[in-house]
């Protein structure tokens, strides 16, 4: 299968005074979901800013649809949604849907108040002297940002860590949402959303791209992931002679588990083994914890 990119980054570079952005080679799928994984402070949000145009100022180049270096020329075609200062803290739900209207040529108002209804948005929030973006929930002011990007007619949306302030319920809406704005774009659509916790999206998960320290250290199809790891489990007796070859291996009363490298199978040939396949939420720990700058835990 041949596959396309809805975006593509070559030589990304930011330097920080205590922190570097560098991506030497990012690619996005296109007509896909890909989770760019991480934990906090591992430069997704900072990548993510670079490539819906909210910062301009890191080296590099950016590739759109195969078809513009352009941030201008493509930006009508991307939804983005952020973490920080959004909207105007001052601004109601009613001056959201109004000013959307006015930026977006595209921007769709009863999609937008259908949507709204169908994510339980506070109704008081649209109303002439509705509340405040500032005192909505962060699971609100979520919602709010996903009705005005869903209302517009986009083929990619980049969404900074949306399901983080999500209940379960929601979360699973989300990926609901998510699962239909790729089935309505005939392969065209694609989604780029950050977290930090995949297990709650996973589901919904194509394509995963995992950063630590400002880099990619592992991505992938989720399905060419899980054949490349595997779970490996065993009785305590052999655990020192095989964690070597594990990766976030760890003990207990009931024996050992952890994620070992499917060409690296064969190390453990003669040990008692039980093999399972790794869920993204294993493989993204596992690749995180080899790479992550925090250290152990003495209790």
Not at 162 to 171: H, I, K, Q, V, W
Not at 183 to 210: C, P, Q, W
Request: overall charge negative; glycine content about 8%; charged content about 30%.
């Amino acid at each position: 299968m041949e596959i396309k990119y809805a975006i593509e980054g070559h030589n990304i570079n930011k330097k920080y005074k205590n922190f570097e952005l560098k991506v030497d080679e990012l690619k996005v799928p296109e007509g896909f979901a890909t989770a760019l994984i991480g934990e906090n402070g591992a430069g997704k949000s900072t990548l993510l800013n670079f490539l819906s145009g909210v910062r301009r100022d890191a080296k590099g180049e950016i590739n759109y649809f195969n078809e513009t270096t352009n941030i201008e020329d493509a930006k009508e075609k991307i939804g983005y949604t952020g973490t920080d200062n959004y909207f105007i803290p001052t601004w109601s739900g009613r001056e959201v849907k109004e000013i959307s209207k006015l930026l977006f040529d595209d921007f769709d108002e009863k999609k937008f108040d259908d949507i709204a209804n169908a994510l339980a948005i506070d109704s008081d929030t649209f109303t002439i002297k509705g509340k405040s973006v500032s005192k909505l929930s962060d699971g609100n002011k979520v919602k709010l940002m996903l009705a005005t990007v869903l209302a517009r007619n986009t083929r990619t949306l980049i969404l900074d860590e949306p399901a983080s302030p999500l209940d379960p319920l929601m979360r699973e809406k989300l990926s609901d949402i998510l699962r239909s704005y790729l089935a309505g774009g005939d392969g065209k659509r694609s989604v780029l959303f950050s977290t930090h916790n995949i297990s709650d999206m996973e589901s919904v998960t194509d394509y995963a791209i995992i950063m630590e320290k400002g880099k990619i250290v592992e991505e992938g199809f989720v399905e060419d992931l899980k054949e490349k790891y595997i779970v490996v489990k065993g009785d305590n007796d052999s655990y020192e002679k095989v964690k070597g070859h594990l990766l976030n291996a760890h003990a207990n009363q009931f024996g050992y588990e952890g994620i070992c490298l499917s060409k690296d199978l064969d190390k453990l040939a003669g040990f008692d083994i039980i093999k399972e396949i790794p869920t993204l939420f294993q493989i993204s720990v596992a690749v995180m914890k080899q790479n992550s700058v925090l250290g152990n835990v003495v209790l």
